[in-house]
């Protein structure tokens, strides 16, 4: 028996750090939602009770590494699950990227194996699985748009923002996300605006939208990476509303509501980046069915 489910990259239109926690972690509160870019995840029964990964992504780990992995491994373990499965990623969503692949393939493989392997979980409860696996597995599990809180596990549902385009460019460089964090001055740092941002989704106001994306982590990542800020600068001149870089980077994005604009942007950005997308915002949660 086959199974193969969507796993959408999300972006953050928010993302703010308020402290750094006992435990290592930061404290953060970030509104993301997911686009409708996405890795394509397919679960296949095996006879022999073993975990398998496959892809043709060089950057895709096959063993205790991949997300995907761990996410079997756990109901395995949890549930005492004597079944095997061989996971298959096909990947789209550029890796290390700031914008959640790996944490949405595990989410894609908990929902998956849990139709699959017939656990009758409820989302919430896979998604207190995923914080287990990592920080953004939670709200990639429920999808849609959401306030983050915590180390990213304290998921509260938002309305879909505003219809627009999003066009991302990441460049051919990865970021250290722990690096980006032992870098961050919390004291020097001018603090993203969650309820501004909250503010506009609920009133579906897209121009307050906008007016209120903000990432705390930008400045690091741009001191560290300048073709990061090059980027910015380029999406901004060819006409995006509003230009922010996702998570810890590099990844780049712009968001636009007319299609000439957002050819514009594309077309313009292609010459000079790796990697360029233009997609829509998907805006609606997860389900079982």
């Known amino acids: 028996m086959r199974l193969l ?11 703010d750090v308020l402290h750094k926690r006992p435990d290592g972690y930061h404290e953060v509160e970030m509104i993301m939602t997911t686009i409708d870019l996405a890795d394509r ?3 296949s029964l095996l006879n022999e009770d073993k975990i398998h990964i496959h892809s043709h992504n060089r950057y895709v780990p096959d063993d205790q590494r991949n997300l995907a992995f761990q996410a079997a491994q ?7 699950v004597k079944k095997g499965v061989l996971i298959s990623i096909e990947k789209t969503i550029p890796v290390a990227a700031g914008l ?13 194996l849990n139709k699959l392997w017939d656990l009758g979980l409820t989302l919430d409860q896979l998604a207190e699985l995923g914080s287990e696996i990592g920080s953004d597995v939670s709200f990639c599990v429920y999808g849609g748009t959401a306030l983050a809180k915590g180390r990213g596990e304290m998921i509260t ?44 989704i609920n009133e579906h106001d897209y121009k307050k939208v906008c007016k209120n994306v903000g990432n705390v982590l930008e400045d690091v ?29 590099p990844t780049v994005f712009g968001i636009v509501q007319h299609d000439s604009r957002m050819h514009r942007i594309y077309n313009g950005l292609r010459g000079f980046c790796d990697q360029v997308f233009a997609v829509r915002m998907l805006g609606e949660r997860h389900s079982l069915d």
């Open 41 to 43: 995840v397919e679960l």
């Open 74 to 80: 756990l109901l395995k373990d949890r549930f005492h």
């Open 157 to 200: 549902e938002l309305p879909a923002p505003p219809t627009c385009w999003v066009i991302l460019a990441k460049p051919f460089i990865g970021v250290s996300t722990a690096e980006v964090y032992r870098r961050l001055d919390i004291n020097e740092m001018t603090h993203a605006n969650i309820p501004g941002m909250i503010e506009a």
């Open 5 to 15: 489910v969507k796993a959408p990259a999300k972006i953050n239109l928010a993302l």
């Open 221 to 249: 990542t741009l001191n560290l990476h300048p073709e990061v800020a090059l980027i910015k600068e380029q999406m901004k001149r060819f006409g995006a509303d509003a230009v922010l870089m996702s998570g810890s980077g």
């Open 100 to 112: 959640a692949g790996g944490s949405s393939d595990a989410a894609a493989t908990l929902r998956g």
